[in-house]
């Protein structure tokens, strides 16, 4: 794991005998790493020490389904694929798609990561990131106690809402055993419109437009013409080549979709955008591209960069990738959930250009106030650029929770912001 090799991985099969492997590891002052399907191992900086992986997989259990009241209570090393595969016989899913499905990525994984794909627009039916979906989470602690917090109703909180600190903590605070979570209905019908414009300038003002506008896409998606030309060769769309691509989804039932759409055109072919209606398979396979595009690259030469902004400054990043490969040429594969300003970044090419690029680029991220992280690298990348880049005055507060919760450094020390 990023050059460490630890003494030790182990397959434990229920919380308590994770428990006992905490509470040896802290008399032993041996460091731990929670696996869960592997597919988000890199992200953060290379571990302080990795003595015992501790992989939750057989942790595979739906414990319970509440279909009357849109609730699911699973154990954490389920996979994304089988939970919503289980839901599915209630007309029920989880309503985010980050990437990894195919390849197992875990409910404790997805948590612990706050990972998401388009969905995240919060629009339409789509409902943000797990951290608005959890309910209650039960944990490892550091010091091998098991405790739970939150509960099955959706106003459960009295006091700090802890079960959204574990989102995004990275498993260091502890280890994610069982989570609660809200459910929504399956749409009935989809369907996505996939437009060409002549500038990035055009496409980016025509998604102003469509979020100014009464319309509710599920996803809207602003791509480079390197990954759109990807995509249509593979998928053969036969897309314009050169060109920008919005992709914008809706999701509800068939009337009501069909009307967004014809609403849609009309707002496209104002800029002069001429586009295709994908349903069925192809969609799927579509979004699919989206969803996965970072995570195919060569992992030995490739820097996946996640990026946040203001909705207005897309287009700066974009002219920016533009400039970048132009004078480098790197590989530049991107794009951005252009409802809330997310971008995903793929440089590829020779390292010293990779790691000159992915410094430009957060240094005007942060001029724009925005931030940007590195969410994979090879080691020799890791080791010259600080894949979380500047955290400011809150990350005093957050080495002080680590401390409080885990004085001894026991859970995946040097991984999270600022070496915690």
Not at 129 to 138: N, P, V, Y
Not at 179 to 203: G, M, N, W
Not at 230 to 246: A, G, Q, R, W
Not at 319 to 333: A, F, R, T, V
């Amino acid at each position: 794991m990023d050059g460490k090799t630890p003494s030790l991985i182990v397959f434990p099969n229920t919380k308590e005998e994770i428990s006992e492997i905490i509470k040896l590891a802290n008399r032993e002052s041996l460091s731990v790493i929670p696996w869960g399907g592997g597919t988000k191992i890199g992200i953060g900086n290379k571990p302080e020490k990795a003595d015992i992986i501790i992989i939750t997989n057989r942790l595979n259990r739906l414990i319970e389904h509440n279909d009357s009241d849109l609730v699911a209570t699973t154990e954490s090393g389920i996979t994304l694929h089988d939970f919503q595969t289980a839901l599915k016989d209630k007309n029920q899913s989880l309503p985010i798609d980050p990437p990894h499905l195919k390849r197992g990525a875990t409910i404790g994984g997805i948590i612990a990561t706050n990972d998401s794909g388009p969905k995240r627009l919060r629009s339409g039916t789509t409902h943000g990131t797990m951290r608005e979906l959890i309910l209650g989470i039960k944990i490892v602690r550091p010091d091998g106690e098991i405790a739970k917090a939150g509960a099955k109703v959706v106003k459960n909180v009295a006091g700090y809402d802890i079960p959204k600190l574990f989102v995004g903590s990275l498993g260091t605070l502890g280890i994610i055993v069982e989570a609660t979570l809200r459910l929504y209905t399956i749409p009935e019908y989809s369907q996505t419109f996939i437009v060409s414009l002549p500038s990035l300038q055009t496409a980016h003002e025509t998604a102003l437009s469509i979020l100014n506008s009464s319309l509710t896409p599920a996803c809207l998606e602003l791509v480079n013409s390197s990954l759109s030309e990807s995509i249509s060769t593979k998928l053969k769309l036969n897309l314009k080549s050169n060109e920008y691509v919005l992709a914008i989804r809706f999701e509800s039932v068939e009337k009501a979709v069909k009307s967004q759409s014809a609403k849609l055109k009309e707002i496209c072919s104002s800029h002069k955008g001429q586009g295709v209606i994908l349903e069925g398979e192809i969609e799927e396979k579509f979004w699919y591209e989206i969803t996965e595009f970072p995570w195919t690259q060569d992992k030995d030469k490739t820097a996946v960069c996640k990026a946040s902004v203001l909705i207005k400054d897309l287009s700066i990043i974009f002219e920016k990738l533009e400039d970048i490969s132009k004078n480098s040429g790197l590989g530049i594969l991107a794009s951005a959930r252009a409802g809330n300003g997310v971008l995903i970044i793929s440089l590829d090419g020779e390292i010293p250009n990779v790691i000159k690029a992915a410094i430009s680029l957060r240094e005007l991220v942060n001029s724009l106030n925005g931030t940007m992280i590195i969410q994979q690298a090879p080691p020799s990348i890791k080791s010259e650029i600080d894949v979380w880049g500047e955290i400011g005055s809150s990350l005093s507060i957050m080495k002080k929770l680590k401390s409080q919760f885990d004085p001894n450094g026991v859970i995946n020390p040097g991984r999270f912001v600022g070496g915690i």
